[in-house]
Each structure stands twice: as C-alpha cells, then as structure tokens.
C-alpha cells in the first residue's frame, strides 16, 4: 500500500529556512517520481517541485527556483524539499505526491492519484 506522510512543517520568520521531510512506504523511490504541492488558503494548489524516480532529475515552479532544492534519500526512501529565503507567499499546506510514473513529465499539471496529509508552513514575521 503507497503511503506517503510529511513532516518538518511550522513557524519561520520571512528569510527563514524550513526542510520538509516526505517519507513513502509501499513502493521503491527510484520507481517513481516525486511531487511537492502547495495550496495557500483561498488559492488553488500550486506545483512546487517534482524529482524523478531512477535519477533524481530536478524540477521547479518559478516562484521558488533558486530558493527552494528537492532531493531525496533512496536508502532512507525520503524525499526533502529544503526552503531558502522564505517569504509570507509561500505560507500553505505543503504536499507531497506520487503516481505510477518514474519521470516529471508534466508534473505540475498531471494528476498523482496518492498524496499526503500535508504539512502546514507559516511564514511570518
């Protein structure tokens, strides 16, 4: 059964940095690629960040390019989003999500069919 359950969410004042965790369970990191999503409140979510599955190619929203790093850790089965320079628009509930592809073609508009809970991340002074 996938599962996937982030974490490492909270306060930080704006220039602040945060590392979220996305722990999955239920299949092999390297099989599947892996997608940060966010949705502040009032908006519609929004893709962050996706790393594919067999060799961790990196992909960004424009909004956190340069700020914002996905990696992972395929022995821990964990992907890490780690946050730079934080600013109150990236206050929202972080989610992370995956589907049956390897790759991050179309991954900030394609549906992943298995998310987490989410992690909330506040940014304010």
């Known amino acids: 059964q996938v599962q996937l359950v982030e974490s490492g969410g909270g306060l930080v004042r704006p220039g602040g940095s945060l590392t979220l965790s996305c722990s999955a369970s239920?299949?092999?990191?390297?099989?599947?690629?892996i997608a940060w999503f966010r949705q502040a409140p009032g908006k519609e979510r929004e893709g962050v960040s996706c790393?594919?599955?067999?060799?961790?190619?990196?992909y960004y929203a424009d909004s956190v390019m340069g700020r914002f790093t996905i990696s992972k850790d395929n022995a821990k089965n964990t992907v890490y989003l780690q946050m730079n320079n934080l600013k109150p628009d990236d206050t929202a509930v972080y989610y992370c999500?995956?589907?049956?592809?390897?790759?991050?073609?179309?991954?900030?508009?394609?549906?992943?069919?298995?998310w987490g809970q989410g992690t909330r991340v506040t940014v304010s002074s």
């Open positions: 999500a995956t589907d049956l592809s390897p790759l991050c073609v179309s991954w900030g508009t394609r549906v992943f069919n298995s």
């Open positions: 790393i594919s599955g067999p060799f961790g190619a990196d």
């Open positions: 239920g299949f092999d990191l390297q099989s599947r690629a």
